[in-house]
């Protein structure tokens, strides 16, 4: 239940899922050139129906029969830019107690997670405030009756204890952010562009005074004067259609009456009178400068040309300020840029990462040069293409998708929330598909010609704190009187029964088809014909493994290398015939396995799949590249070590596995001693040894037939034969060091949080069958909202903004990890619980009637859900490979629940997940620590950040 502020996307075209689509075939690549945007964007459709309740609530209805599930998002026109004065943070607290029950749902997510429900979410913006779940049809009724219960009955249900509770839980979201590299960043940006006043000013999460202002009083103001149903866009996204929902709709939210109407505001955008510049230390590796204005509102003309604008300035892989400032002067080590669209203004930003060593004035100048540039000059047709392009190819991967923050729900509802129209999203295409360079320039002169608002944050000690941020700004000069508490109100409860879920729908899991390329490379395909789009991957056998401690992170460098240049196309080139082709091709190392993974548009499958094969083979490891990047990657892991869930991240692996396993390293980024001595030689040796196709395959998900996608690999793969001499092997057999209880701090001053990383080697593989058991009971323990951890550190003590537990599933030894982020005086507490909740589960208070329903049955009802993207079937297949699982082994999991009882989970629980022998990490201010650690009773050991 996060603010999800930073910031809408650069359309509100968010997620245009589940459209109807006409299906563009592989023959229409003949000439391999990209299909036409006009084309593509006509293909893009979402249909629905409206209707209106008497009391004003308004429903959209999109039908989607692709899978049993129906997307709920409830969107309440109220946001932050409501909030009144000594208030900021309001409407985002209220968005938490709206899942703390009501007066006829003593809880929101347990019904609904038993029901097959995705975890219920909310999120607040400056503009509204929205609630989301994804459920089986048979749950929709539930559904709607929850909604409507939180809706209409909520204060009945609202005490005192709930209040604090959420305060906490707020406030450690707060630090949370703030306690991050560059964290009050989000502050300064709105502060510095807007006057004191502005309801776009305060950040959504407000400040820690007016959060602990917040009263009882508070709570039922806010909801009797925004929570009415005339304030509400109601979507329902999936299999469902209007005439079925509608008296559903009715018979749920009809008797709420209606509210008072959510006032407008007067909220435009600013014009600087002069430029402002701002410098702030930071506890950061290396200077960052930001560069703002604020822009139009979303309706506005000039939104469209200006996403586009600012994705040829820093959104592109190709762009401006990538090619300039990264690529050829190597003057910083990472770029953006983005038009971040709220409802009455936008937030234009460009900011660099200044490389180090270089004077930061020198990079800056380079900075404003590339800017001065594309305003005079514009964009090149080209560059507008494929800018684009590659807008309207995220929006066509995003149509598989019914609910959600980004679902087909979303998209209708903003439409009509923003602009009055659910349709909107067609406007904004078409207007796209039919930009011209011209208008692009024009708009970014308008806009960015103005005078800018500059931050630079330099390294140093931070001497600011988050807690006075974010607030409404003058309260230093003038106080905030606290409101007089009034007496409530007498509540008259409603009782309501809640619905019986209906039966729900089966999971479908595609089937597998497979091939073998004359070259050997086994090839897996699971057809889907949802959108004209495809996910493929080309895995090897290597990953982060293959380094072990001693090379830590030469592997992750030859791949990310190979979007570098090949023998016959520059990086930039690379990038730009992405953005052509509508595809997003990108390489990645994991623990067990390297890949190179492409989403590419059916339509432009074979000059998509030329380029990736290219990519794979062909690496250039050209000199000046591999020291530009070899940079790149040492800037990446100074930041890695100035962020405390990174410096967890890094020490926890070697601590559990021993440096001589090859799980025992400090992750991709590897160490700076052995980045600065990797050559191009060294790459390409590497590259020779671990990518070939005798330790390959492919798996590839999406809208394409075996007869068309065989031929098309073969002409990118068949040729490439194998090395002489055997395939590189990794013992993963070697021994692990026994596990051992202690704690391991790693000092970082000034923290307003620690965090908390436990964990232990399993004896355990996981290639090892048959253990869902166990996947079950740390679900039960850590692995959801719903669970003991959880429940616990946040929803009753308050103390963190959320903890989770896994248990990794590598090919290797399996590992059990719990990592929170904790308030910095409750870290000796927050271990203390931990392990003692552990214990607990594993020694006696075993799984619950509840629970077991939930993650047992509650599973089965979900299963649909886990599976409605391309990429999600993806990902299942591919773990299905590396564990030597069937094809249908997702279809099997419903009996395997079904047939799991108390006893299975509960031993499991006692083998594995037991609070002993676990190393804890921990990373905060050893000044506010130190005396608390003492008080654990684990013996202590110091690491220093910098050797990491």
Request: hydrophobic share 40%; charged share 20%; glycine share 12%.
């Given at each position: 239940m996060e603010p999800n502020r930073l910031l809408r996307s650069s359309f509100a075209l968010a997620a245009l899922a589940g459209t109807i689509l006409s299906p563009i075939g592989v023959a229409a690549q003949q000439a391999a050139r990209p299909a036409p945007l006009a084309d593509l964007v006509q293909q893009v459709d979402i249909p629905f129906e409206t209707f209106t309740l008497d009391n004003g609530l308004k429903t959209i209805v999109h039908t989607d029969r692709k899978a049993p599930v129906v997307g709920?998002?409830?969107?309440?026109?109220?946001?932050?830019?409501?909030?009144?004065?000594?208030?900021?943070?309001?409407?985002?607290?209220?968005?938490?107690?709206?899942?703390?029950?009501?007066?006829?749902?003593?809880?929101?997510?347990?019904?609904?997670?038993?029901?097959?429900?995705?975890?219920?979410?909310?999120?607040?913006?400056?503009?509204?405030?929205?609630?989301?779940?994804?459920?089986?049809?048979?749950?929709l009724d539930l559904a709607l009756f929850m909604e409507s219960d939180r809706m209409g009955y909520l204060l009945g249900a609202i005490d005192q204890a709930k209040l604090d509770r959420q305060r906490g839980v707020v406030q450690n979201e707060k630090r949370q952010g703030d306690n991050q590299p560059y964290g009050l960043v989000r502050y300064k940006l709105t502060d510095g562009l807007l006057p004191v006043g502005h309801p776009y000013r305060h950040s959504v999460i407000g400040s820690m005074a007016d959060l602990d202002a917040a009263s009882l009083a508070d709570v039922r103001r806010w909801f009797i004067d925004n929570y009415g149903p005339n304030n509400v866009v109601l979507a329902l996204a999936g299999d469902i259609e209007a005439a079925t929902a509608r008296p559903m709709v009715e018979r749920w939210f009809g008797a709420i009456p209606r509210g008072p109407e959510v006032g407008e505001t007067e909220a435009e955008p600013v014009t600087l009178a002069a430029p402002v510049r701002e410098v702030m230390a930071d506890q950061v590796p290396s200077t960052m400068v930001m560069r703002g204005w604020t822009g139009p509102a979303l309706t506005d003309p000039d939104a469209v040309p200006l996403a586009a604008g600012m994705a040829v300035l820093g959104g592109l892989?190709?762009?401006?300020?990538?090619?300039?400032?990264?690529?050829?002067?190597?003057?910083?080590?990472?770029?953006?840029?983005?038009?971040?669209?709220?409802?009455?203004?936008?937030?234009?930003?460009?900011?660099?990462?200044?490389?180090?060593?270089?004077?930061?004035?020198?990079?800056?100048?380079?900075?404003?040069?590339?800017?001065?540039?594309?305003?005079?000059?514009?964009?090149?047709?080209?560059?507008?293409?494929?800018?684009?392009?590659?807008?309207?190819?995220?929006?066509?991967?995003?149509?598989?998708?019914?609910?959600?923050?980004g679902g087909k729900g979303s998209t209708l509802a903003e439409g009509e929330l923003y602009a009055g129209d659910p349709a909107h999203y067609k406007a904004e295409l078409e207007q796209l598909a039919a930009l011209t360079p011209a208008q692009v320039q024009q708009a970014m002169q308008r806009w960015l010609g103005r005078p800018s608002y500059t931050l630079s944050v330099v390294p140093g000690e931070r001497t600011e704190s988050g807690d006075t941020m974010g607030g409404w700004g003058d309260e230093g000069t003038n106080p905030v009187a606290p409101a007089p508490e009034q007496a409530a109100p007498p509540i008259t409860s409603t009782p309501r029964a809640a619905p019986e879920v209906a039966s729900v729908g089966e999971l479908d899991f595609p089937e597998v088809e497979r091939a073998t390329l004359s070259n050997g490379i086994e090839v897996a395909l699971a057809r889907r014909t949802a959108v004209p789009k495809l996910s493929l991957a080309l895995v090897f056998d290597a990953g982060t493994a293959a380094d072990g401690a001693e090379r830590a992170g030469t592997q992750s460098l030859m791949m990310e290398m190979l979007e570098e240049g090949t023998t016959t196309r520059s990086a930039v080139e690379i990038a730009e015939e992405q953005e052509r082709l509508g595809a997003a091709i990108s390489t990645g190392t994991g623990l067990d396995t390297s890949s190179v993974s492409m989403s590419a548009l059916s339509a432009n499958l074979a000059p998509s799949l030329a380029l990736m094969a290219d990519i794979a083979r062909n690496p250039a490891f050209a000199a000046g590249e591999v020291a530009r990047v070899k940079n790149q990657r040492l800037a990446a892991i100074q930041q890695e070590q100035a962020s405390p869930a990174g410096l967890a991240r890094r020490a926890l692996g070697p601590l559990i596995f021993g440096e001589a396993h090859p799980y025992g390293n400090v992750g991709a980024s590897g160490k700076p001693a052995v980045i600065e001595a990797l050559t191009p030689e060294a790459l390409a040796a590497e590259h020779a040894r671990w990518l070939r196709p005798d330790t390959a395959s492919i798996t590839a998900v999406g809208d394409v037939t075996l007869a068309e996608l065989v031929p098309a690999l073969e002409q990118a793969f068949g040729d490439w034969q194998a090395p002489a001499g055997e395939k590189p092997v990794k013992n993963l057999a070697a021994a692990t060091p026994a596990g051992q209880a202690r704690l391991v701090v790693i000092d970082r001053p000034n923290s307003p949080q620690s965090v908390l990383m436990l964990g232990r080697v399993l004896p355990l593989a996981g290639t090892e069958q048959g253990q869902e058991a166990l996947e079950l009971a740390n679900e039960v323990i850590g692995g959801g909202f719903l669970s003991r951890l959880n429940m616990n550190l946040r929803e009753e003590k308050g103390w963190t903004y959320g903890i989770g537990s896994s248990v990794a599933q590598p090919v290797g030894p399996r590992s059990f990890v719990v990592s929170t982020p904790v308030q910095t005086d409750r870290t000796g507490d927050a271990i203390r619980l931990i392990l003692d909740d552990l214990n607990a589960f594993a020694s006696g208070q075993g799984v619950t009637g509840e629970e077991l329903q939930r993650v047992t049955?509650?599973?089965?009802?979900?299963?649909?859900?886990?599976?409605?993207?391309?990429?999600?079937?993806?990902?299942?297949?591919?773990?299905?490979?590396?564990?030597?699982?069937?094809?249908?082994?997702?279809?099997?999991?419903?009996?395997?629940?079904?047939?799991?009882?108390?006893?299975?989970?509960?031993?499991?629980?006692?083998?594995?997940?037991?609070?002993?022998?676990?190393?804890?990490?921990?990373?905060?201010?050893?000044?506010?620590?130190?005396?608390?650690?003492?008080?654990?009773?684990?013996?202590?050991?110091?690491i220093d950040a910098a050797t990491l």
């Open positions: 709920v998002t409830v969107y309440y026109r109220v946001g932050s830019k409501h909030e009144p004065r000594g208030r900021t943070g309001f409407a985002h607290l209220f968005e938490h107690l709206m899942f703390t029950g009501s007066e006829n749902v003593p809880n929101f997510d347990i019904p609904l997670e038993a029901a097959g429900s995705t975890a219920t979410n909310g999120s607040t913006d400056t503009d509204r405030t929205n609630y989301v779940e994804t459920v089986p049809t048979g749950a892989a190709s762009s401006r300020l990538d090619n300039v400032l990264v690529r050829d002067r190597q003057l910083a080590v990472g770029v953006s840029a983005s038009a971040g669209q709220d409802e009455q203004l936008s937030w234009l930003t460009a900011q660099m990462e200044v490389r180090p060593g270089v004077d930061p004035a020198e990079a800056e100048a380079g900075f404003d040069e590339v800017i001065a540039r594309l305003l005079a000059e514009g964009p090149t047709q080209d560059e507008l293409t494929r800018a684009a392009t590659q807008i309207v190819s995220a929006q066509i991967g995003a149509l598989e998708v019914v609910g959600g923050f049955e509650g599973n089965v009802r979900g299963l649909p859900n886990r599976f409605q993207t391309n990429g999600q079937v993806l990902g299942a297949l591919l773990g299905n490979r590396q564990l030597g699982r069937p094809d249908d082994y997702q279809e099997r999991l419903a009996s395997i629940y079904r047939s799991m009882d108390a006893g299975a989970i509960d031993q499991a629980a006692g083998q594995y997940l037991q609070g002993g022998a676990l190393t804890v990490v921990v990373v905060g201010d050893r000044q506010a620590i130190d005396a608390q650690l003492q008080g654990v009773g684990l013996p202590i050991e110091y």
